[in-house]
């Protein structure tokens, strides 16, 4: 049971390229989410999915795109990279109801030149 | 709106004492609150949770936490500190207003436990 699994650990891109941030999870977690981890702003939502095949905008959405084909995966996109996303990206997923504990990735960090 | 508020950035406690950590929050209805632990270069750890009961929560590694819910508080407290606590926390509520059950976390405390 490997839990949260994300690929990269860590990535350079210059600005304008693009990359797909992978987060895997096998505990059969209806909800995925991506958070992003600067310095002093806590983690803030980028997107996230109630299910297979659904995703919706989180907090900070712009810049970012989200897929969820299969329920155990979910991928982040930064279709034209740009220096405001370096950052710390990570992934969490969870059960319904919501009183359950979220299980987070060990994270991946991008930087953005 | 939802939020959480950390009010300390760091936190400095002497070994073997005893460390609280604080968090406040506000939202409307009964608070889901969590906290989590965030050592170097790794994802956050569960350490426990207040969903409805007794208000003193017991977690991980020897942390509890109290639920006040007149000074809408939940800080998080240990009896006596050890140097591998030190690590960066953060204080959650879920959003239940909006349907994404989302966390809402606080900025976090960076707690430095000195040997």
């Known amino acids: 049971n490997a839990g949260v699994t994300q690929t990269p650990k860590f990535r350079v891109l210059k600005t304008g390229q693009s990359m797909t941030l992978l987060c895997a999870q096998d505990?059969?977690?209806?909800?995925m989410y991506w958070y992003r981890q600067d310095p002093g702003m806590g983690l803030r939502l980028i997107h996230y999915?109630?299910?297979?095949?659904?995703?919706a905008k989180g907090e900070v959405p712009d810049g970012y795109n989200v897929s969820r084909l299969k329920k155990q995966n979910f991928l982040l996109g930064l279709e034209s990279a740009a220096p405001s996303q370096t950052s710390v990206y990570f992934c969490?997923?969870?059960?319904?109801?919501?009183?359950?504990?979220?299980?987070f990735g060990p994270g991946t960090r991008l930087l953005v030149l | 709106a939802q939020s959480v508020a950390q009010p300390e950035d760091q936190v400095n406690v002497a070994e073997g004492n005893p460390l609280t950590v604080k968090c406040t929050y506000s939202?409307?209805?009964?608070?889901?609150l969590f906290w989590y632990v965030q050592y170097p270069n790794r994802g956050l750890q569960f350490l426990l949770k207040?969903?409805?009961?007794?208000?003193l929560v017991k977690g991980s590694y020897g942390f509890e936490a109290e639920f006040n819910k007149s000074q809408t508080s939940f800080h998080l407290k240990k009896p006596s500190a050890l140097v591998s606590d030190s690590a960066l926390y953060f204080c959650?509520?879920?959003?239940?207003?909006?349907?994404?059950?989302?966390?809402?976390f606080g900025t976090g405390t960076r707690l430095k436990v000195l040997a």
């Open positions: 969490a997923s969870s059960y319904w109801p919501p009183q359950e504990t979220q299980y």
């Open positions: 505990m059969n977690h209806e909800y």
């Open positions: 999915s109630v299910g297979e095949g659904t995703t």
């Open positions: 939202v409307s209805g009964n608070p889901y």
């Open positions: 207040y969903i409805t009961g007794d208000n």
């Open positions: 959650a509520v879920r959003d239940l207003t909006s349907g994404t059950y989302k966390y809402i």
